[in-house]
C-alpha cells in the first residue's frame, strides 16, 4: 500500500498507456505528482517516476469503481482527473448500426460520465478538484465519416460545459481540451466499418486527410502541456484549442455562414478528383 504524504498531490490518468494521456502522466509526475497511469494494460510509461500503473478498463464501470476505491484506500484522495481514454470510429452514417454507435459513445463519453460518477464525490467532499476532458475540435466541426466520432466528442463537450456549472459552488474546476490533429497511436487503431459502394471514393479520401493529417500534427507533450497548466490554474478556461491554427479555423469558422463552413470542411476532406480519393 501506498500511503498519502503530507502535501502530496494526486492525478488520476485514463487512457495513460500511449498518446496524449502517456505524455500527460510523464508530466504531472515530473511536477510532483503521484499520478496513477490508468488504462486496460497498466502499463507504466518508460523513465517514469511517481506513476503508479492502474489496470481500469474506460467502458466497464466496475473495473472503474474499483479503481477510484483502490486510489481513495491509498491516499484518501484525488486533485486531478485527466478523461484521456477514447477510440475512433470511421464510416458513413448510413450503415452504421446502433451497436456499432454505442461501441464509439462508450468509452469516449459513457465511460467518462463513469469515471465523474466514481471521482466527484470525494472531489465534492472535499470541495476541491480539476476535471480536464480530452474533447476534439471534431466536436465543434463534424469531420465527415468520422461523424460518430465527432458526435461522442460534441456530447462531451456538452457534458463539460453542464458540469462546469453544476460544480462551481463546490469548487471543482472543469476544462475541455480541444487538441486537433496529434501524432499517436489513433489512426491504426480507428476502427473502420464497411463502407456501401456509392460512399467509397468520397469516403476513402476523407480517411486518407484524416490520417495524413493525424501523423503529422502535434506531439502529445504540446497537449499535454496545455493539460497540466489547465490543472495549475486557479482559473482555467472552460475550453481550450491547443494548436494555435486550430484556434485560428474554430473563430473563423464561428463567423462564417453555415453553407459556407461545409464547403470548407468538405474542401479540406473531400477530393475524389486527386490520388487521396484512389
Excluded at 474533447?135 to 458526435?151: A, C
Excluded at 462551481?168 to 489513433?186: A, H, M, R, S, Y
Amino acid at each position: 500500500m501506498s500511503e498519502y504524504k503530507a502535501g502530496e498531490k494526486v492525478a488520476l490518468i485514463l487512457g495513460a498507456s500511449s498518446g496524449i494521456g502517456e505524455a500527460a502522466a510523464l508530466l504531472f509526475a515530473k511536477g510532483g505528482y503521484t499520478v496513477y497511469a490508468a488504462s486496460r494494460r497498466a502499463k507504466v510509461p518508460e523513465g517514469s517516476k511517481n506513476i503508479i500503473p492502474l489496470k481500469i478498463d474506460a467502458s466497464d464501470e466496475q473495473s472503474i469503481a474499483s479503481g477510484v476505491s483502490l486510489i481513495i484506500k491509498e491516499k484518501g484522495r484525488i486533485d486531478v482527473l485527466v478523461y484521456a481514454a477514447g477510440n475512433g470510429l470511421a464510416g458513413s452514417v448510413e450503415g452504421t448500426s446502433a451497436m456499432d454507435a454505442l461501441s464509439q459513445f462508450n468509452v469516449n463519453f459513457f465511460g467518462c460520465l463513469k469515471t465523474l460518477n466514481a471521482v466527484l464525490p470525494h472531489m465534492r467532499s472535499r470541495r476541491s478538484g480539476s476535471i480536464i476532458l480530452i474533447g476534439s475540435v471534431g466536436g465543434r466541426v463534424t469531420v465527415p465519416f468520422q461523424t460518430l466520432y465527432s458526435s461522442s466528442k460534441a456530447a462531451l463537450a456538452a457534458l463539460s460545459d453542464g458540469l462546469r456549472l453544476e460544480l462551481k459552488q463546490f469548487n471543482i474546476k472543469v476544462t475541455l481540451i480541444e487538441p486537433g490533429d496529434v501524432q499517436t497511436g489513433f489512426p491504426d487503431s480507428r476502427r473502420v466499418l464497411n463502407i456501401i459502394d456509392e460512399y467509397k471514393a468520397e469516403f476513402n479520401s476523407a480517411l486518407y486527410n484524416m490520417e495524413h493529417d493525424e501523423r503529422t500534427g502535434m506531439k502529445p507533450e504540446v497537449v499535454a502541456k496545455a493539460i497540466y497548466k489547465a490543472a495549475e490554474q486557479s482559473n482555467p478556461p472552460s475550453r481550450i484549442v491547443v494548436n494555435f491554427s486550430f484556434r485560428l479555423i474554430t473563430f473563423f469558422l464561428r463567423l462564417l455562414p453555415a453553407r459556407l463552413v461545409e464547403r470548407v470542411v468538405r474542401s479540406m476532406y473531400i477530393n475524389t478528383k486527386g490520388g487521396s480519393g484512389n
